[in-house]
């Protein structure tokens, strides 16, 4: 290891170092990426991210299930942080009070993120229901409402807005276990297919990849 880095791996018996640390009977393995988490909020009050550092994990992918905290504008922080405590069950107060919330774009929540320098690299996703709301507010959660044009437009700009800001790609839901306080669905769960192809084209166009 040079400088902090791995430079050089297997049979290093003539090389010498000025620390050697004794693995034997141990495994010796990369970071594992963790695909599937929602440590969206709590880097805010645990940067150290301990549920996941403590097991190995170096980078975990957030904002999956369709739940993201981005974008956001600032009347809807309240909405969105409830539909994370239904959906993960991660308390709603925790979130609004752990967290900055000093952005609107997807760009923004990852300044954020970055600004409270967590343990792990993390990525993300944009989540369908964030936007899906912003769009449409209430009626997003409707069985059967689909976005008229002027909300579709809203919805595919801030998708490509995000991919473009750094979000990695995007996530949604179908699963139908996940509801809120209401008992709806979440935003998406119903999202036809001109809605569903339109996001895709986005994603594609701004460079990213969508993911459930």
């Not at 290093?12 to 393995?29: E, G, Q």
């Not at 405590?85 to 929540?109: C, F, H, N, Q």
């Not at 936007?131 to 002027?150: C, H, K, L, V």
Request: aromatic content about 6%.
């Amino acid at each position: 290891i040079d400088n902090g880095r791995i430079t050089r791996i297997g049979d290093l018996a003539d090389a010498s170092a000025a620390r050697v640390i004794d693995a034997t009977n141990r495994i010796v393995t990369p970071g594992f990426v963790d695909l599937h988490t929602h440590l969206d909020a709590q880097v805010g009050w645990d940067p150290l991210l301990r549920s996941s550092c403590y097991h190995g994990v170096t980078t975990a992918l957030i904002g999956n299930c369709g739940v993201t905290f981005a974008p956001v504008s600032p009347v809807n922080r309240p909405k969105i942080a409830k539909l994370m405590e239904a959906v993960e069950d991660i308390s709603a107060d925790a979130i609004i009070d752990g967290l900055p919330w000093d952005w609107t774009s997807y760009g923004g929540y990852l300044d954020a993120l970055q600004s409270l320098r967590p343990a792990l690299n993390l990525v993300g996703l944009v989540g369908h229901s964030s936007i899906r709301y912003e769009a449409m507010g209430e009626r997003s959660m409707d069985e059967d409402a689909q976005p008229n044009e002027a909300e579709l437009g809203a919805i595919v700009r801030m998708v490509r807005e995000s991919v473009a800001e750094g979000a990695v790609g995007f996530s949604t839901s179908r699963f139908l276990g996940h509801k809120v306080p209401d008992g709806r669905l979440t935003p998406g769960t119903f999202a036809d297919l001109r809605e569903t192809a339109a996001i895709q084209q986005a994603v594609t166009e701004a460079g990213g990849r969508g993911g459930l």
